[in-house]
């Protein structure tokens, strides 16, 4: 003898709903859970069913008295449902609109994003100083304590470094004024561009 079949979360859905409608009138709460016996499943059931209309907006639910009451007509479902298609309509116009007006100002930008020979060695000649620059340092701490006279020829060195790492930042710095006011870029996009931080300064 088979195994009875039980009663599917869609099939409980189905024919709660189909009650409601066809009923054509509201139902007491206690009187949809006395009449889960009749569509096919237990009354603890009930709620979790009856809600899940209701957050679909299949059914409506509203205290009337002392008792909550609970209907579901056809022609309230359409209303919600065009209300709803409606709203998501106006929300898909709108985000495509602003999808479009970001391509548009997209395209504008990108004349004069490209990375230039020009800005590659600038880019490649600020890092190979910046490295001589650390190792002089360094260099300098090590023989603090040595001849004076080497040690004011690698001060002059340093200073002389230290000028040229500061022209090219302040090179990076012009480049980067210019894409913000003549070419209206985005500042942080900029420096993502140019590969700079906030603590991006002279030295």
Known sequence: MSKKRGVSAQEK???????????????????????????????????DVLSGLLDDNLAIKEKIGSANYVWSFPSDAYKKAKTKHDTFSTEVEKLTAEIAAQNKMKQELEPGRERT????????DLKTKRAELKELNKTAQENAANDPEA????????????????RVTDN???????LVKKKNMDRKAVKDFLHISDSYDNI
């Open 13 to 47: 859905r189905d024919r709660l709903l189909t009650m409601l409608r066809v009923s054509l009138r509201p139902w007491s709460t206690k009187e949809i859970e006395k009449s889960a016996k009749s569509l096919g499943f237990h009354a603890m059931a009930i709620p």
């Open 172 to 178: 990076t710095f012009e480049l980067q004024s210019y």
């Open 117 to 124: 020979s020009e800005y590659n060695e600038m880019y490649d």
């Open 151 to 166: 040690i004011k020829d690698l001060d002059i060195m340093v200073q002389e470094i230290r000028t040229n790492v500061n």
